[in-house]
């Protein structure tokens, strides 16, 4: 069944947000990934048909974002960031682990389709590197311990207590509360 067919009403919403029709690229990219895991050939042309654009501009633009997956993916997508910051604060020792106890390097899925590996540019999340995506969800400052906990947490019933919530700074040692 054709994307135009299964989400009518929601690719009608999609693009009726925009006044130029191309501006709803992204939207409708990411409707056809929930639908398969990742978009493929056949949906990119649909969704150039839909746009009135060429299968080659839909193409260009889900190959710039890597969070737009153009083959399969595993369960768990692991996306390490490699950016400059991230790297030197450890990133290429993350990918380390993910090889050594899973057995995969980047752009590769273990056998059991449970996990991928991507290294991907920035997570925007340079003060709490290294870090890791899992699907939606960030795990910040890891070490090689809290990365094991992760593992067995997702290959015990796919959840992880460990996931990052939103960012606070910490305060110094030496502050002082003031109550307001």
């Known amino acids: ?46 969704i150039a048909g839909l746009l009135r654009l060429t299968p080659p501009q839909v193409y260009e633009t889900a190959t710039f974002y890597t969070m737009i997956n153009l083959k399969r993916v595993g369960k768990f997508h692991l996306q390490v960031c490699k950016s400059l910051m991230c790297a030197l604060a450890g990133s290429d020792t993350v990918i380390g682990w993910v090889k ?10 273990t056998s059991d389709g449970l ?11 340079c003060g709490t590197a290294p870090m890791m995506q899992v699907n939606e969800d960030y795990y910040e400052r890891l070490t090689e311990d809290t990365f094991d906990r992760i593992l067995v947490d997702l290959k015990r019933d796919g959840t992880c207590s460990l996931k990052s919530g939103p960012f606070m700074w910490p305060e110094p040692a030496n502050a002082v509360r003031r109550e307001t």
């Open 115 to 125: 996990f991928t590996l991507s290294a991907v540019e920035c997570l925007a999340a």
């Open 100 to 109: 050594t106890k899973l057995g995969i390097g980047p752009g590769e899925t």
């Open 1 to 46: 069944m054709k994307l135009s067919e299964k989400y009518r009403d929601e690719i009608a919403d999609i693009l009726g947000r925009y006044p130029v029709r191309r501006s709803a690229l992204i939207p409708l990219l990411y409707l056809a990934q929930r639908e398969e895991g990742f978009v493929s050939e056949a949906a990119m042309k649909e």
